[in-house]
C-alpha cells in the first residue's frame, strides 16, 4: 500500500514539474501608451487678491526596454 502511495505520489509530482517546464509563448508587445492631455490650471489667488503661482514637478519614466 505504501508503494502504491509513493508510486502516486511521485507520478503527480513529476506530471507538475513536466508541466511548469514547458517551453513559453512569447506575448505580444504590449500597445504603447497614449498621453492624456494634461489639465490647464488657473492661477491661484490668495485673500490678499494676490495672484500666486504654482510649480508641479513630474517624476520621470523609466527608460523602455
Given at each position: 500500500?505504501?508503494?502504491?502511495?509513493?508510486?502516486?505520489?511521485?507520478?503527480?509530482?513529476?506530471?507538475?514539474?513536466?508541466?511548469?517546464?514547458?517551453?513559453k509563448?512569447?506575448?505580444?508587445?504590449?500597445?504603447?501608451?497614449?498621453?492624456?492631455?494634461?489639465?490647464?490650471?488657473?492661477?491661484?489667488?490668495?485673500?490678499?487678491?494676490?495672484?500666486?503661482?504654482?510649480?508641479?514637478?513630474?517624476?520621470?519614466?523609466?527608460?523602455?526596454?
Amino acid at each position: 500500500m505504501k508503494k502504491l502511495i509513493t508510486m502516486t505520489l511521485v507520478l503527480a509530482l513529476a506530471t507538475v514539474f513536466a508541466a511548469g517546464c514547458k517551453k513559453k509563448e512569447e506575448a505580444p508587445a504590449p500597445a504603447p501608451a497614449v498621453e492624456a492631455p494634461k489639465p490647464v490650471q488657473a492661477p491661484m489667488t490668495g485673500k490678499s487678491g494676490v495672484t500666486t503661482t504654482t510649480t508641479t514637478t513630474t517624476t520621470p519614466e523609466a527608460p523602455k526596454k
